[in-house]
């Protein structure tokens, strides 16, 4: 039974559960625990409780353990947290203490609903009932105050849990330097860091990361690349997640280069490298309009036996777009070298647009609906900036009302409002802006916007056309 739930399995958890009371086995409590623990994770709560009550009715006394998933469920997924403080109450009246799991348990939920306030209710309670206290009672907390930015309470509450005889762990101060990072105390970590031996815990590899993570935020890659060399010296080693920070900082910082370089040499020094590391290098050479080394990069990937995924291939389009090639882009998608998707299409139908070339906007559409892949917002908006741009403004509204079949986008609405507005079809957009008012949908800030943004590049801003631009805006509000 365990094994099926750590698996993910309720539905064979029940069955050995029933097989068990079929074959007249006798049922424990822990038996009873392992099925609702494991339907509680699958937020399957009615048959949770359902399997909680054929557990009491079978005269079972449930023990804290059953009960703290009780908790659980209320508390971290129902966020009922009432009914997870009648359940530590009924513990009670069994004649057991909840113990630190339970409260824990019941603490992290109010944590994660932002209600820290209760939380810390619950903490002196435990101190008050002289229930031992553990790290996973004090890190749910540390983590709410950095969350809402209350960082000196977190350290304070850190600080003060050695006098509780309960020392942060390399979780906690996990928790803490993440929230540092997010403020820019960069020389509390260091600190921090300094301090790790003395006060008892050890950073590790996610420690180096979140700390990398937040300088590359802050734009200090080279105190980033400070930190890998002391992350080294300590023995620890870049996972995969470290190595995409670095390699996106490196992007970010416009040394497309070096970041190639640096993932050349982590394959070199057999770190963990995986397709989003590739990935990440791809897309700065895309920016940077390095098509040619894109493509080297894609070649030496499968060449080392990391398969490319399908965010790999539309890096590789985007690429061959952005420097021209648009046919090359094409023939890559018609090989079938990878199943291409909406996004795939969409880039290539964008920059065929761009070019002019209406006919084979529309080709790509058609074959994409052919392949089964359903146009979203953004097609739509390629497909009615393109008809615009040529001037066939009725085909564009027909793309328009077709994009309404999977509900009205207001981006979809400002893109060819915008275009009605560029060609002078003044009465074409009234019209447009009255029968979306008459179908009920909402003109929001985005149609608004896009509408005077069009009204001013067209010039009716200025001298005596003004009174067209509020004539339309008038109409607009009397709309909402």
């Known amino acids: 039974m365990k094994a099926f739930a750590r698996a993910g399995q309720p539905d064979d958890v029940l069955r050995l559960l029933d097989e068990m009371r079929q074959s007249n086995f ?3 409590v822990p038996c009873y625990t392992t099925a609702i623990d494991s339907l509680v994770v699958a937020r399957r709560f009615e048959e949770a409780e359902a399997v909680f009550k054929d557990m009491v009715s079978s005269g079972l006394t449930p023990d804290v353990a059953a009960c703290t998933v009780l908790v659980k469920m209320y508390s971290c997924y129902l966020k009922q947290f009432d009914k997870a403080c009648l359940v530590l109450q009924w513990i009670m009246r069994l004649g057991c203490k909840p113990d630190v799991v339970a409260y824990s348990t019941l603490i992290a939920g109010l944590c994660q609903a932002g209600r820290v306030r209760e939380a810390i209710g619950v903490l002196k309670l435990m101190l008050h009932e002289q229930c031992h206290l553990n790290v996973q009672t004090y890190t749910p907390i540390v983590r709410a105050y950095c969350s809402n930015g209350r960082i000196i309470k977190a350290k304070r509450l850190v600080d003060s849990m050695r006098n509780f005889g309960c020392s942060p762990n390399t979780v906690t101060y996990n928790v803490l330097i993440e929230g540092l990072c997010k403020v820019g105390y960069f020389s509390d970590i260091e600190k921090i860091l300094e301090e790790s031996t003395s006060m008892g815990w050890m950073p590790d590899v996610i420690t180096y990361s979140i700390y990398m993570n937040g300088l590359c935020k802050n734009g200090d890659a080279n105190k980033a690349f400070e930190q890998l060399e002391a992350m080294l010296e300590k023995g620890l080693y870049p996972n995969s997640v470290t190595l995409n ?11 497309v280069w070096e970041a190639e370089l640096l993932l050349g040499r982590s394959l070199e020094l057999e770190w963990d490298v995986n397709v989003v590391n590739y990935n990440t290098v791809m897309s700065g050479l895309c920016k940077s ?7 080297k990069l894609l070649g030496d990937m499968m060449k080392k036996g990391i398969d490319p995924n399908i965010w790999t291939f539309t890096i590789v389009i985007h690429s ?6 648009l046919w090359e882009a ?11 998707n909406v996004v795939t299409y969409t880039i290539l139908m964008q920059y065929f647009c761009w070019v002019g070339n209406l006919g084979e906007v529309q080709l790509l559409f058609a ?31 027909v793309y328009f009302v077709s994009s309404l079949d999977d509900g009205f986008s207001p981006k979809v609405a400002a893109r060819l409002t915008y275009g009605l507005i560029r060609g ?18 909402v003109l929001d800030f985005c149609i608004f916007h896009s509408l005077i943004k069009a009204f001013c590049r067209k010039g009716y801003c200025l001298g ?3 009174h067209v631009v509020c004539f339309i805006l008038d109409k607009m509000l009397r709309f909402k």
């Open 320 to 325: 061959l777009c952005r420097a021209g090639k």
């Open 289 to 295: 309009e390095k098509s040619s080394a894109v493509l």
């Open 464 to 466: 005596m056309e003004i």
């Open 245 to 255: 920070i670095l390699l996106d900082c490196l992007c970010h910082c416009s040394k």
């Open 26 to 28: 006798e049922l424990d």
């Open 424 to 441: 002078g079809k003044l009465c074409d957009t009234l019209n447009l802006l009255e029968w979306i008012a008459g179908e009920g949908w």
């Open 330 to 340: 094409k023939f890559v998608i018609e090989r079938r070298v990878f199943v291409a």
């Open 367 to 397: 074959k994409m609906q052919v392949e089964g892949i359903h146009p979203n917002a953004v097609t739509y908006n390629v497909m009615v900036d393109c008809f615009c741009r040529q001037g066939k403004y009725s085909d564009a509204i």
